[in-house]
């Protein structure tokens, strides 16, 4: 897929943030928990990377339908067999190891593709073959994919090395069906995970947080139905911020999870840049920037409530109109540069120095159209305002990446006075 985008466009409106991928992606596969019906509101129903895991769902025999109109997601597993996947079937997503605990209830037996999802770096699976291990199963690592078997999940103690995003909700959703109390040590909570809990402890899961990091579950066999709003996107609300500011637009941002994200916001502040808010809107506009300039600011990705990684390119773009030179430092993903590499296409090589787990941008250089290649979704998405900022009309390619996480894109550019083109390319 290839987007054609002409620059200098102004994007000019409102625009809402939808529900977030990396919440609703999860939730979908707590669903299978139950045989009753679970219903999600504020769903990201035009998410590439949810309708890939919503047609695992039916290719299991779970009905799993979306209401666009409503934004609405209603999963029933009572119908679902196991286990659909073969080798043919492509699902390009990362949280395939999620679907385990809900195949596993059902026969006793799991086979799910190895997890796909964004190439920024080494991403291992290990500690998941750890959690489904620690309660009770066994895991053999097929060529073309992972298998669990189990009577069921028996209770057991999970403690994690490092902080894990996909290990915690890994365990969460194993452990509220096991026998028995589940401990997990060194949890990692963030935002979309406390959705994870609550929408278990709706379905009936007795999941007890204590301080920061350390969980308890008692598993209870039989979960029911639930309804819930999925979390506003906290990814997507920056990403429309750094729209505005880098592109001199004038912007409404609706349903901004503002709690969820202040530390992100507090340096966009500090880059001096004035935001106004209510409640749940942001108003984002040139005169937002105090000074002649945003100013250059040095920073480091880590872990919630800090900058996420998945935040990092649109630091780096900020870093692109600062007056001067800006540090940015990820040491989760040190391999997160290639998109840096490509938006040098746009300024010159002189504007952007890349090197593992570190970003060095000489801010203003003039941006020049060029033909670029997505590396990863938020690399995708970070391109696409870099070729709206630069001179002339940019290509490119493999767009569809940017589309993985950003709920009806081109609708909501169009919204904004923005055009782009996207066709069917063979990338
Ligand atoms: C803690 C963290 O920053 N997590 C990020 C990670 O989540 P994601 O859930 O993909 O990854 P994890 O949080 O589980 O993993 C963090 C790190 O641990 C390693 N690992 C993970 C699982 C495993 O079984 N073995 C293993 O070695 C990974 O290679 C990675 O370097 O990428 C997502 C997509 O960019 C981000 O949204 C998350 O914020
Ligand atoms: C890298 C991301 O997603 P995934 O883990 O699905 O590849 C992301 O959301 O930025």
Redesign the pocket.
Known sequence: MTATVRGGQVPTGSVRVSGAK?SATRLIAAALLTDEPVVLGNAPTELVDLNHKLRFLRGMGAVAERDSERETVTIDASGMETSPFTEEQDYPI?TTYLLVAGQLRKTGFARIPYPG??K??????????MVWRALGCEVEEKPDAIEVRGNGFKAGRIAFP??????T?NALICASVANGTTEIVNA?I?PEIEDLIELLTRMGARIEVFGNSLVKVEGVPELSGARMDVMPDRIEAITWVVVALMLGGTIQIDNVPFSEMEVPLLHIEKMGVDLFRNSNSLWVHPGCITGRAVQPFELACG?HPGI???MQSFYTLMGLIADGTSRIFDY??PERIAYARELTKLTGIDAIEAEPGRIVTHGRAPMKAAELTSTDLRGSMSLLIGALAAEGTSTIGAFQMALRGYDGLPRKLAKLGVEIDIRETAD
């Open positions: 990396n990362r999802g964004c920024i770096g080494s991403r291992g699976y290990d500690l998941h073959v490092i902080s894990t995003v996909g290990g909700e990692y963030t872990t996420i990684s998945d989760r993903y």
